[in-house]
């Protein structure tokens, strides 16, 4: 069983950056591959970024390769998600979400799931 809480989340304006957090609590965190997903209002949640249990593979949708950045300190117990050149496209709630094993692209294979932080960018 793992706890998720992510933050960072805010208001921002076109090409701005935004860095989210996602801190873990429970079994231990190295054991766990993690995601970060995201639903925009209407939409369906998807699919944005993955890194491994050591954080040596990543994954990015496309829509976010070259923007942003998944992250881990498995010391703290947290990933992270730097976000940069941001969209008004990227407007969502950011949720992370934990599986153990290997890291995966699809929501149906995460165990645990965070409240979600809200990011909204101003054009």
């Known amino acids: 069983q793992v706890q998720l809480v992510e933050s960072g989340g805010g208001l921002v304006q076109v090409g701005g950056s935004l860095r989210l957090s996602c801190a873990a609590s429970g079994r231990t965190f190295s054991v766990y591959a993690m995601g970060w997903f995201r639903q925009a209002p209407g939409k369906e949640r998807e699919f944005v970024a993955a890194i491994s249990r050591s954080g040596r593979d990543t994954y990015y949708a496309d829509s976010v390769k070259g923007r942003f950045t998944i992250s881990r300190d498995n010391a703290k117990n947290t990933v992270y998600l730097q976000m940069n050149s941001l969209k008004p496209e990227d407007t969502a709630v950011y949720y992370c979400?934990?599986?153990?094993?290997?890291?995966?692209?699809?929501?149906?294979?995460?165990?645990?799931w965070g409240q979600g932080t809200q990011v909204t960018v101003s054009s």
């Open positions: 979400a934990a599986r153990i094993n290997g890291a995966a692209l699809t929501q149906d294979k995460y165990d645990y």
